[in-house]
Structures are given as C-alpha cells and as structure tokens.
C-alpha cells in the first residue's frame, strides 16, 4: 500500500488485489448472549443445555453477531474510505459456530473497481472479507458491494 | 396457512409460495447510536450534524443494524421452524436508509425448497424478506438459505 495507515482511501488509491487485515476481536458469553436477546432469540445463542442439544453442539454466536463483529473490524481497520463504509449490499455465508471466547480477525481483499458510468464522482468496489477464528477457521466469507468516491470530488 | 400460529414447522409444512408477515418494531435515536458505537462507528451513524453532510443526509442506522432487527422480527413471528432458523448464508440489499422513528416491519415468502440429497431428515429452505418501512418503502432485501429438518427426524 502506498498510503500511511489512518490515510482515507478514495478510489484513485485502490486497486484490485489490495488486501487489508483487521485487529481482532475476543468475544464474550456475555456478548453472545446479549446480542442474541436483542436480536436474535434462539435457544442454541441464550442457553447452554437447549445449545448442546442442537446442530451446534454448544452456544453459537448468532451469524448477525459475527457479521456485526465483521463490520467493526473493517470500519476500525485501515481499509478507512473517504466517505465511510457504505454498503449497498452484501453476500454472507456462515462456515463455522463461532464460540465463547474465539478471537476474530478479518482479512479483505479487493476483488472489482467498477467506476459508476453515470456520476464521474463515484465507484462501486467490490471487497471480500473473510472472518478467521484464533485456529485460522473460516467462519464467515463477506462480499460487498461499497460506495467509494473520487478524490477529486 | 393449514397450522396454528404457534405450531414449529417442519419441511413437510412449507409450500413455495407461503407468506409470512412479521410484527412491528420501532427503532429510536438511541438504539441507532448504541448499535453504530458497538459494531459500526462511523459519523453518518452517531452523531446528527455529521450525518447532514454525508450521503444519508440524516442519521441512518447501519445496514447490520436493520438486519438484525429484521432477524428479530423474524425469529420471534409466524415462520419458526422446529430447530430454529439456522442461515447458511444470506444475500442482503439495503436500498433506503432507516431514520431514528421508522417502524419497520418484514414480509417474508417461501421461493425454494431443496431436500437434500445425502440426509434424509433435512432440506434447504430458500426464503425472500423484504423490510419495510412505516411508509411501505422498500429499506432492505434479504435472500436467506435456511436449514430445516423433517418431522419424521
């Protein structure tokens, strides 16, 4: 990369096969649970015994937990876009249970710059992200479709 | 629907076509901030005059956020099958922003269903949800590939 670490990234500093690895993120029953009461009420995500008798054996992190925790690492990371983070849309597939405990990282990478054809000042970047536990696990792979401006705008 | 509100569903019970609509969820300026300093920290989502000058033109809640909530909203309405909603994967569009105040609701339609070939007791679930807001405008899209299990397991 030819740019200093908390730099912005406007679509002129992109390219494809760029890559960007994130810190990492150690996740709590605690967490697990508290996320999953607001969001995501499934015995196997609130309570031990009805986890272990389901298909993931033991408490799950809810899959919009891991892909919420996926974002913080992205927008706290050095994949920093000028106008922020905008998603327009993504594809999200869950490989792995995620645990009490695990410690997340994301590695991204770059894979398509489609400059808009019709607003000169703008871009849509496409970024595969996959979400890694402390074994180097896959556990979540991420595409995303994201709104890059140009520095010239 | 041939089946009590609160009946879990098996594979047997779901039909292509089959619609479900969601109870309605509020969202306010608070959990807008909460959720964005948590998992998505960038300004458009924290802080209102910063939210002005970026393309929301106002405080918006980060996708993940809708998501979640629409994760709730399904898990705790009328499509609960027997061992819980369990996503392999999603395909996810936001396409409005989501303001402190909305009231959103979800409207959910069964378009796939593939038993599987190498286990007798489980399908793939294919099913579209569409966010709405108070408005009846479209905010998110959400293609889910979900693992449901056979009565006879």
Not at 32 to 59: C, M, T, W, Y
Not at 134 to 146: H, N, P, T
Request: glycine share 6%.
């Amino acid at each position: 990369m030819n740019h200093k670490n908390n730099d912005l990234l406007y679509l002129e500093d992109l390219h494809v096969g760029q890559r960007f690895t994130s810190s990492v993120y150690e996740l709590s029953e605690e967490q697990i649970k508290a996320f999953a009461a607001e969001f995501d009420p499934q015995p196997f995500h609130l309570d031990d015994a009805a986890a272990q008798n389901s298909v993931f054996r033991g408490l799950a992190a809810s899959g919009w937990h891991t892909a919420a925790i996926t974002m913080r690492l992205l927008v706290t990371g050095k994949m920093r876009f000028a106008a922020g983070t905008i998603g327009l849309g993504v594809e999200l597939e869950w490989l792995l249970p995620v645990r009490l405990g695990d410690r997340l990282h994301v590695e991204s990478e770059i894979t398509d710059i489609l400059p808009s054809r019709t607003k000169a000042d703008r871009g849509v970047v496409t970024v595969r992200s996959v979400t890694f536990n402390q074994d180097e696990d896959e556990v979540q792979r991420l595409i995303s479709k994201v709104l890059v401006f140009r520095r010239s705008r």
